[in-house]
């Protein structure tokens, strides 16, 4: 089945840089790779998404890069701000099946410095 | 427009009790989706229900159980709980699932089973 391996676990960075948090994924069949943002004690909060049929995506301040035939994905956030402290999730629809599912990386923590 | 909305936000088990937790999707949205979330596991996919029915399941023990309304809201049960059941229990809703589908997320029901 699919995997999702996600790096780093951790990241600080200082305000105003710029924060890279990578992810792999095993099934080619997966077409879709949303990114959460989850503050403590919530819920995830969907803040961008790409289907396979894209390679780059952005929103302001965040953007996605999918790699197809390397199979991993990456969410890119400039300008970093302290509220975008929190624990962040990549995941890759599960290419099998034709439901919804999705497989979640292990999330990566990152921290801004004011 | 609202978001998923889930209940309880907290509660406390014992041992051997069963609980059930309601999610009432996004206005529109015919797909449920179900998932644990734990420090160790992280986000594991239970269950999807559209339509009412069950379209997919994860690997969990035949003690974890869904179902869907009519109005497209959803219950899941978990009987015979056990203290590693204690975790975050997150519902998801989407359009129409299906792969690609946008996923959103409620805020969560957290279970502590003692």
């Known amino acids: 089945g699919e995997n999702v391996e996600q790096h780093p676990s951790t990241l600080s960075v200082q305000e105003g840089d710029s924060a890279v948090i990578k992810c792999t994924y095993s099934?080619?069949?997966?077409?879709?790779f949303p990114w959460y943002k989850q503050e403590l004690g919530k819920g995830p909060q969907l803040i961008i998404d790409?289907?396979?049929?894209?390679g780059e995506k952005k929103d302001q301040r965040i953007a996605v890069t999918l790699n197809k035939t390397a199979k991993h994905f990456s969410l890119h956030i400039t300008e970093t701000q302290p509220e975008d402290s929190a624990v962040y999730f990549c995941a890759a629809n599960e290419g099998s099946s034709n439901t919804g599912k999705l497989i979640f990386g292990q999330g990566t923590t990152l921290q801004v410095k004011p | 427009k609202a978001g998923v909305t889930q209940t309880p936000r907290y509660l406390i088990k014992t041992r051997g009790q069963q609980v059930t937790l309601s999610c009432s999707p996004i206005s529109g949205h015919r797909s449920v989706s179900w998932y644990q979330q734990t420090p160790g596991q992280g986000l594991q996919f239970l269950f999807e229900y559209f339509s009412e029915t069950q379209r997919n399941k994860g690997n969990f023990p035949g003690r974890f159980s869904g179902r869907q309304f009519s109005n497209s809201r959803s219950e899941m049960n978990v009987s015979t709980l056990e203290l590693g059941d204690s975790a975050l229990y997150l519902c998801?809703?989407?359009?129409?699932?299906?792969?690609?589908?946008?996923?959103?997320f409620g805020e969560g029901s957290w279970l502590t089973v003692v």
């Open positions: 790409i289907r396979s049929n894209v």
């Open positions: 998801a809703s989407s359009l129409e699932g299906g792969r690609g589908n946008t996923i959103y």
């Open positions: 099934d080619s069949a997966s077409n879709y």
